[in-house]
């Protein structure tokens, strides 16, 4: 059966996190299903589909995913010991499952590749400035409470709306039903408008926090 270009077959690994196009993810994998998962995609294109699980477990047992995933390419392997590899992985495109099948020893499914709806939709160049200097703010905030230097990190955020959208869903400490429903959001430029709304909520909270420790800080000299 030849499929249509933007259909295609891929593993996939269900987890309890959501991935974002752009995002860039570690995972240790041990189990022997996803090792064989991971030698069959390291012999032909290294990618596979991340899910998040909507009901059952990571380890040990079948488990039911979301139908929204993200395609992930292998981008780095580690041999941590016989039975055990530490990969990296860097997400590529949004997928939604058309069918799945469980003939292998891992789930695979046949998904379609989801297009950027904003093509009459585009946000404003002065949203993504304004989503650009609050995505900044919050990344001070982060390194802030960190103890990292800030002065400088001020222009990692990209200026592309749907990269932009992603860059700041996978900054978001969420719930991760709260990211897949980002994740699903067809309209990037929806996804930014949400993304801030939760992302200035964030940065103040953190901005507060920084503020009482560095009261803290200099009040004990």
């Given at each position: 059966?030849?499929?249509?270009?933007?259909?295609?077959?891929?593993?996939?690994?269900?987890?309890?996190?959501?991935?974002?196009?752009?995002?860039?993810?570690?995972?240790?994998?041990?189990?022997?299903?996803?090792?064989?998962?991971?030698?069959?995609?390291?012999?032909?294109?290294?990618?596979f589909g991340i899910v998040l699980?909507?009901?059952?477990?990571?380890?040990?047992?079948?488990?039911?995913?979301?139908?929204?995933?993200?395609?992930?390419?292998?981008?780095?392997?580690?041999?941590?010991?016989?039975?055990?590899?530490?990969?990296?992985?860097?997400?590529?495109?949004?997928?939604?499952?058309l069918e799945t099948f469980d003939?292998?020893?891992?789930?695979?499914?046949?998904?379609?590749?989801?297009?950027?709806?904003?093509?009459?939709?585009?946000?404003?160049?002065?949203?993504?400035?304004?989503?650009?200097?609050?995505?900044?703010?919050?990344?001070?905030?982060?390194?802030?409470?960190?103890?990292?230097?800030?002065?400088?990190?001020?222009?990692?955020?990209?200026?592309?709306?749907?990269?932009?959208?992603?860059?700041?869903?996978?900054?978001?400490?969420?719930?991760?039903?709260?990211?897949?429903?980002?994740?699903?959001?067809?309209?990037?430029?929806?996804?930014?408008?949400?993304?801030?709304?939760?992302?200035?909520?964030?940065?103040?909270?953190?901005?507060?926090?920084?503020?009482?420790?560095?009261?803290?800080?200099?009040?004990?000299?």
């Amino acid at each position: 059966m030849t499929m249509q270009p933007h259909i295609r077959r891929i593993p996939l690994f269900p987890l309890n996190t959501v991935l974002f196009p752009g995002a860039t993810i570690p995972l240790q994998i041990f189990e022997p299903r996803y090792l064989t998962m991971i030698e069959d995609c390291l012999k032909t294109d290294s990618i596979f589909g991340i899910v998040l699980i909507k009901s059952g477990k990571e380890v040990g047992e079948d488990s039911n995913p979301f139908t929204v995933g993200t395609t992930a390419k292998i981008t780095s392997v580690k041999n941590i010991s016989s039975d055990r590899l530490y990969i990296t992985a860097v997400g590529k495109e949004k997928f939604e499952i058309l069918e799945t099948f469980d003939h292998q020893p891992y789930m695979s499914a046949d998904v379609e590749i989801l297009p950027n709806l904003d093509i009459f939709d585009e946000a404003p160049n002065e949203e993504i400035i304004e989503a650009r200097e609050i995505a900044s703010k919050h990344l001070q905030s982060v390194l802030g409470l960190s103890g990292g230097w800030v002065e400088n990190a001020l222009n990692p955020t990209p200026s592309n709306p749907e990269s932009l959208s992603y860059f700041i869903a996978q900054m978001l400490q969420l719930d991760p039903k709260d990211r897949q429903k980002l994740l699903e959001e067809p309209s990037s430029r929806e996804r930014l408008k949400n993304g801030i709304k939760f992302l200035n909520d964030e940065t103040n909270s953190m901005s507060l926090r920084l503020e009482i420790e560095l009261i803290h800080k200099f009040s004990r000299q």
